[in-house]
């Protein structure tokens, strides 16, 4: 299965998890559902995934963590705030960048 067709299936289970809670909930709690809903849906799910720094060779590990791996190529980042703002289009292509992956949604489950 290749990055869109996953991308396609976490959408849809996002939309189904969004409509079945609604709007307002704390993002761990989005991120608990969808994560259930995914692995429902025969996914293979990562939660809290570390993603680290890489220099000279040398790991390491600076608090960065993307919300969920789906099939190890898709990173999900949720944000259960009200406005989306810069900052966190930046951090999802920063886990991209330093996870090396080709593909990552920004899921903001607020309205």
Same mark, same amino acid.
């Given at each position: 299965?290749?990055?869109?067709?996953?991308?396609?299936?976490?959408?849809?289970?996002?939309?189904?998890?969004?409509?079945?809670?609604?709007?307002?909930?704390?993002?761990? *709690? @989005?991120?608990?559902?969808?994560?259930? &809903?995914?692995? #429902?849906?025969? !996914?293979? =799910? $990562?939660?809290? +995934?570390? /993603?680290?720094? *890489? @220099?000279?060779?040398?790991?390491?590990? &600076?608090?960065? #963590?993307?919300? !969920?791996? =789906? $099939?190890?190529? +898709?990173? /999900?980042?949720?944000?259960?705030?009200?406005?989306?703002?810069?900052?966190?289009?930046?951090?999802? !292509?920063?886990?991209?960048?330093?996870?090396?992956?080709?593909?990552?949604?920004?899921?903001?489950?607020?309205?």
């Amino acid at each position: 299965m290749d990055e869109n067709e996953i991308a396609k299936i976490i959408v849809d289970a996002a939309y189904h998890v969004h409509k079945s809670l609604g709007p307002g909930l704390l993002e761990s *709690v @989005y991120e608990t559902v969808l994560a259930y &809903e995914l692995k #429902r849906r025969v !996914l293979k =799910v $990562e939660r809290q +995934v570390p /993603v680290a720094i *890489v @220099y000279d060779n040398i790991k390491f590990d &600076e608090g960065f #963590r993307a919300d !969920l791996i =789906v $099939e190890d190529k +898709v990173i /999900v980042e949720l944000k259960s705030v009200e406005n989306v703002i810069p900052v966190h289009k930046k951090q999802l !292509l920063t886990y991209l960048r330093l996870a090396d992956k080709r593909l990552g949604l920004l899921i903001h489950p607020v309205k």
